[in-house]
Protein backbone atom coordinates (compact mmCIF):
# COMPACT_ATOMS: atom_id res chain seq x y z
CA UNK A 1 0.00 0.00 0.00
CA UNK A 2 2.79 2.10 0.45
CA UNK A 3 5.87 2.27 -1.95
CA UNK A 4 9.15 4.11 -1.65
CA UNK A 5 11.07 5.20 -4.76
CA UNK A 6 14.15 7.77 -6.20
CA UNK A 7 17.04 6.48 -3.91
CA UNK A 8 20.93 6.47 -5.49
CA UNK A 9 23.65 7.40 -5.00
CA UNK A 10 24.65 11.09 -4.60
CA UNK A 11 27.71 12.88 -3.74
CA UNK A 12 28.35 15.16 -0.55
CA UNK A 13 26.32 18.07 -0.87
CA UNK A 14 23.87 17.20 -2.99
CA UNK A 15 20.07 16.54 -3.39
CA UNK A 16 17.76 13.94 -3.59
CA UNK A 17 14.22 14.00 -3.39
CA UNK A 18 12.56 10.57 -2.96
CA UNK A 19 8.66 9.95 -3.40
CA UNK A 20 6.21 7.71 -1.25
CA UNK A 21 3.23 6.42 -3.30
CA UNK A 22 0.40 4.88 -1.79
CA UNK A 23 -2.62 2.64 -3.08
CA UNK A 24 -5.51 0.94 -1.52
CA UNK A 25 -5.79 3.46 1.30
CA UNK A 26 -7.41 7.17 1.40
CA UNK A 27 -4.04 8.65 1.40
CA UNK A 28 -5.57 11.93 2.10
CA UNK A 29 -6.51 11.21 5.88
CA UNK A 30 -3.07 9.76 6.20
CA UNK A 31 -0.01 11.10 8.59
CA UNK A 32 3.26 10.39 6.75
CA UNK A 33 6.46 9.67 8.48
CA UNK A 34 9.66 9.29 7.22
CA UNK A 35 11.80 6.72 8.66
CA UNK A 36 15.33 5.11 7.73
CA UNK A 37 17.87 3.01 8.67
CA UNK A 38 21.39 2.80 8.04
CA UNK A 39 23.40 -0.86 8.25
CA UNK A 40 23.77 -2.01 12.12
CA UNK A 41 22.37 0.88 13.49
CA UNK A 42 18.20 0.93 14.19
CA UNK A 43 15.71 2.53 12.62
CA UNK A 44 14.88 6.27 13.19
CA UNK A 45 13.06 8.76 12.52
CA UNK A 46 13.07 11.64 9.44
CA UNK A 47 10.63 13.68 9.30
CA UNK A 48 6.88 13.57 9.14
CA UNK A 49 3.60 15.54 7.63
CA UNK A 50 -0.09 15.17 8.83
CA UNK A 51 -2.86 14.33 6.09
CA UNK A 52 -3.58 18.05 5.52
CA UNK A 53 0.29 19.12 5.26
CA UNK A 54 -0.75 21.84 8.23
CA UNK A 55 1.82 20.62 10.32
CA UNK A 56 5.43 19.19 9.39
CA UNK A 57 8.08 17.62 11.95
CA UNK A 58 11.74 16.94 11.50
CA UNK A 59 14.80 14.93 13.40
CA UNK A 60 17.29 17.45 14.39
CA UNK A 61 19.55 15.71 11.80
CA UNK A 62 17.17 16.66 8.78
CA UNK A 63 15.92 20.38 10.26
CA UNK A 64 17.10 22.92 7.69
CA UNK A 65 18.13 20.59 4.77
CA UNK A 66 15.72 18.40 4.40
CA UNK A 67 11.69 19.15 3.94
CA UNK A 68 8.31 17.15 3.31
CA UNK A 69 5.75 17.53 1.46
CA UNK A 70 2.66 15.82 0.20
CA UNK A 71 0.13 16.16 -3.13
CA UNK A 72 -2.79 14.43 -1.63
CA UNK A 73 -4.20 14.51 -5.64
CA UNK A 74 -1.16 11.83 -6.50
CA UNK A 75 -1.53 10.23 -3.57
CA UNK A 76 2.35 10.48 -2.80
CA UNK A 77 4.56 11.91 -0.57
CA UNK A 78 8.13 13.36 -1.13
CA UNK A 79 11.09 14.25 1.00
CA UNK A 80 13.41 16.70 -0.39
CA UNK A 81 17.00 16.17 0.69
CA UNK A 82 19.49 18.81 0.42
CA UNK A 83 23.38 19.22 1.47
CA UNK A 84 23.69 15.33 2.06
CA UNK A 85 26.24 13.67 4.03
CA UNK A 86 27.63 10.61 4.04
CA UNK A 87 25.90 10.09 7.31
CA UNK A 88 22.74 9.98 5.45
CA UNK A 89 22.92 6.73 3.89
CA UNK A 90 20.47 4.66 4.82
CA UNK A 91 17.06 2.68 3.95
CA UNK A 92 14.78 5.01 3.84
CA UNK A 93 10.90 4.14 4.84
CA UNK A 94 7.41 5.86 4.99
CA UNK A 95 4.64 4.73 7.16
CA UNK A 96 1.38 6.12 7.38
CA UNK A 97 -1.15 6.37 9.85
CA UNK A 98 -4.78 7.88 10.61
CA UNK A 99 -3.90 8.90 14.03
CA UNK A 100 -3.41 12.69 14.64
CA UNK A 101 0.59 13.40 15.67
CA UNK A 102 1.68 16.48 17.42
CA UNK A 103 5.47 17.36 17.76
CA UNK A 104 7.25 14.52 19.26
CA UNK A 105 4.58 11.47 18.57
CA UNK A 106 5.49 12.11 14.83
CA UNK A 107 8.66 9.99 16.27
CA UNK A 108 7.50 7.27 17.00
CA UNK A 109 8.11 3.93 14.73
CA UNK A 110 4.94 2.32 16.74
CA UNK A 111 2.76 5.15 15.98
CA UNK A 112 1.83 4.25 12.35
CA UNK A 113 -0.20 1.17 11.43
CA UNK A 114 1.47 0.75 7.28
CA UNK A 115 4.68 0.88 6.05
CA UNK A 116 6.43 0.65 2.73
CA UNK A 117 9.44 -1.17 1.38
CA UNK A 118 12.44 0.68 1.41
CA UNK A 119 14.63 3.01 -1.09
CA UNK A 120 18.25 3.33 -0.37
CA UNK A 121 20.50 6.47 0.02
CA UNK A 122 24.10 6.16 -0.70
CA UNK A 123 25.80 9.76 -0.18
CA UNK A 124 29.70 9.00 -1.53
CA UNK A 125 32.05 11.51 0.16
Known amino acids: QLQASGGGLVQAGGSLTISCASS????????IGWFRQAPGKEREFVAG????????HYADSANGRFRVSRDNARNTAFLQMNSLKPEDTADYYC????????????????????WGQGTQVTVSS
Open 95 to 114: AATTRRKVGAAFRLASGYDY
Open 24 to 31: GITFSRYT
Open 49 to 56: ITYSSANT
